[in-house]
Every structure is written in C-alpha cells, then in structure tokens.
C-alpha cells in the first residue's frame, strides 16, 4: 500500500511506510500529520502526489515517486555481511550520501535485521571505521548497532518504530563438565561412601594403564586414560571438600610466574626460586630417604 501523506504547512509526501517515513525519519507523530490518499497504484499515487503539492502551494519533488522508488532499486546498495561486521562498498566521506539514497533499504545480520533510517544513519557515521583491506570500503560493528538500537527502544517513553527486529539467540547454557562428573559421582554414592584414600589407588591404577598407552603409542588408551585420571582427581578433590577448579587455579597461580629451562624435555625451575611447594616438599623427603 502507498500513501500520500500531507504535514501541514511543511509539505506533502508520498511513501509505503508512514512510521518510518513520517515518525520516525521526520519526527511527526500520528496526529501531526494527515494521509490524504492510499492506493496499491503506485501510477496513481506518483501523479496525485505531483498535483496534490501544486493545489497545496508546496515544492514540487524534481522527480515522481515512482521514479525515485525505481531509482533507488537499481543503485540498491550491496552490502557485505559477516558475522561480526556489516561492510559499505563507498569509503567513509561517501557513506552518508549513500545511506541517504537508501532510505528503507534493510539488511539480516546475526545480531538482527538492520533498516536504514536517520536514526541508523546517525550512529553509523559516527560509528563507521575505513577498512584496512580496501580504501574505497567502510564497515560498522553489527554488535554495536543493535546495542545503540537496544538502548533507543529502552530509553524512551514514547512509541517508536524499531529499528531493527532483533533475533532472539537461544543461548547455550555454559556446561561445566566438572558439574556433570560430580553430579554423576554423586549420583553413584562416591561422595557418600567413598574415600579419598580409595581414589587415590584408582588415580595410581589410571595412571599405569597411561604409561601402558604411552609404550605402546596407543593414542586411543592414552586419551581415555587422561580423562578417566581426571575424573578420579575430580572425585579425589571433592571428597577432601574441595572444586577441582580450586585446586588447578590455584596451582596455575603458583607456576604462571615461575622461571625455568627444559632439560631433556623436562621443565625446571630456577634453583634460585623462592617458592616451595607441597609438591616440591614431598619430592625432597622422597629423595632424601632413598
């Protein structure tokens, strides 16, 4: 459907879409301005626009409706679309003249479906980067547009075309696979009845049939064995009342800054360390009692 609307003592227009065209584009809302006429003959629209603004005393548009509409699809603008940007193919000190010819034209990205409006037209100049791969070329953040168009529908009172309709992402809850290994523990009665001790004799077995892969170049057993020593130390911690997570962040705070050389494809730390461990603790009684 065409419109031709009139804004009193402004002037009269034509277009298929009052929202954006008169509210949103020009600021008038309904009751500010008046529809004089609606046809699905664009033809008929095209001429009664004409004679409507010569009878009105207004300024008569240089070219038809029609011919501005079939205009605009044949300079329609392709824009190149990737998940994290929306790119131009006219240089930043062109893309405003360009969004301006575009009036209505929309896009699909993964943060939504974008229209070109004043409003989207405002943020993208100011928000509209050159790129680094094509001087004639400009992009702007999909991200940030639907941010800036998010915040335009919660910051105001008043009703508003959207700009965008925005796609609503099913997120993925994050599975934390430590969460999965002791609620199936749990399930399984090992909090309940086991023993840190017992895990510990699991984790020595797991870690035999490791270096068993290992020797035979069993990439398969050597994977298996890796998680199952992993799920027996999830297990292990648990039972002493601790997160596995706790227990590895904590020994990566230790290690981050610690210096050292391999040595027969063996990390060693600086004798001059000054951090001891529990670890390196139980490695010097061990030695020193052999």
């Given amino acids: 459907m065409y419109y031709i609307y009139h804004i009193p003592g402004k002037k009269i227009g034509a277009t298929s879409n009052l929202k954006t065209r008169v509210t949103l584009m020009q600021g008038y809302k309904e009751g500010e301005y008046e529809v004089l006429h609606a046809s699905e003959n664009i033809d008929e629209i095209s001429a009664l626009e004409i004679e409507l603004q010569k009878s009105y005393g207004y300024k008569v548009d240089r070219q038809s409706y029609k011919n501005v509409i079939k205009l605009n699809k044949s300079n329609k603008m392709k824009v190149n679309v990737t998940e994290q940007t929306t790119t131009f193919p006219v240089p930043v000190s062109k893309l405003k003249g360009r969004l301006m010819d575009m009036i209505d034209f929309s896009w699909s990205t993964s943060e939504g479906d974008f229209t070109i409006n004043k409003e989207s037209i405002d943020f993208i100049m100011n928000n509209s980067y050159a790129s680094m791969f094509n001087k004639d070329r400009s992009f702007v953040y999909n991200k940030a547009l639907a941010n800036f168009a998010e915040g335009l529908e919660n910051n105001t009172d008043e009703p508003r075309p959207i700009m965008f309709d925005k796609k609503k992402k099913k997120k993925k809850a994050k599975t934390n696979i430590y969460d999965l290994i002791r609620a199936w523990a749990a399930d399984k009665g090992i909090y309940r009845s086991g023993d840190s001790k017992t895990q510990y004799l699991k984790l020595m077995e797991e870690?035999?049939?490791?270096?068993?892969?290992?020797?035979?170049?069993?990439?398969?057993?050597?994977?298996?064995?890796?998680?199952?020593?992993?799920?027996?130390?999830?297990?292990?911690?648990?039972?002493?009342?601790?997160d596995i997570e706790a227990c590895v962040a904590s020994a990566y705070s230790v290690i981050k800054s610690r210096q050292g050389k391999m040595i027969n494809g063996t990390f060693v730390k600086d004798e001059n360390s000054t951090t001891t461990t529990t670890s390196n603790k139980f490695h010097n009684f061990s030695t020193s009692t052999l």
Avoid: P, W
């Fill in 207 to 242: 870690s035999g049939e490791l270096a068993e892969a290992l020797l035979k170049n069993d990439e398969a057993e050597v994977i298996d064995a890796i998680g199952d020593m992993v799920i027996v130390l999830t297990n292990l911690a648990k039972l002493r009342g601790h």
